[in-house]
């Protein structure tokens, strides 16, 4: 099943080496509504320009999983920066999504998941009125 999103992020990608095909469609119609019902869990709504950055790295995401490609290890000071709740639901929303294809993701792939959030989360909290003291 295809969705508004997915037929957005195909778009983006089409005239690239590797436009969305019909598996990557079915891939990401299971994790993004993970990455959505994590969303709105964590209280974060992303706007247009953050939700297409999320499906281009989902996109490359369910790639990996499915072709059992691993990233290489970032530094880990970056992880340190993002609040530790932040990574742990990352790691669950990753794990979610692999577990079913006997997948184990590295800790790269939960990074850059959370930094999407952690993004959004930012963008969220500089764009909501403050009362003035």
Same mark, same amino acid.
């Given at each position: 099943?295809? /969705?508004?999103?997915? %037929? #957005?992020?195909?778009?983006?990608?089409?005239?690239?080496?590797?436009?969305? /095909? +019909?598996? +990557? #469609?079915?891939?990401?119609? =299971? *994790?993004?509504?993970? @990455?959505?019902?994590?969303?709105?869990?964590?209280?974060?709504? *992303?706007? %247009? /320009?953050?939700?297409? $950055?999320?499906?281009?790295?989902?996109?490359? *995401?369910?790639?990996?999983?499915?072709?059992? =490609?691993?990233?290489?290890?970032? +530094? &880990? %000071?970056?992880?340190?920066? !993002? &609040?530790?709740?932040?990574?742990? @639901?990352? #790691? /669950?929303?990753?794990?979610?999504?692999?577990?079913?294809?006997?997948? !184990? @993701?590295? +800790?790269?792939?939960? !990074?850059?998941?959370?930094?999407?959030? %952690?993004? $959004?989360?930012? !963008?969220?909290?500089?764009?909501? &009125? #403050? &009362?003035?003291?």
């Amino acid at each position: 099943m295809s /969705t508004p999103l997915i %037929e #957005r992020l195909a778009t983006a990608v089409q005239d690239t080496s590797h436009p969305v /095909t +019909d598996e +990557d #469609r079915a891939d990401l119609a =299971e *994790f993004l509504p993970l @990455a959505r019902a994590h969303a709105q869990v964590a209280g974060i709504d *992303f706007d %247009e /320009t953050r939700v297409l $950055a999320l499906a281009v790295h989902a996109l490359a *995401f369910v790639r990996r999983v499915g072709t059992a =490609e691993h990233l290489d290890p970032l +530094d &880990p %000071e970056l992880a340190a920066e !993002l &609040p530790a709740d932040r990574m742990a @639901a990352a #790691r /669950t929303l990753v794990d979610a999504y692999c577990a079913p294809r006997e997948f !184990l @993701a590295g +800790d790269t792939e939960v !990074l850059l998941l959370a930094l999407h959030f %952690e993004a $959004a989360a930012q !963008l969220q909290a500089q764009s909501i &009125p #403050r &009362p003035c003291p």
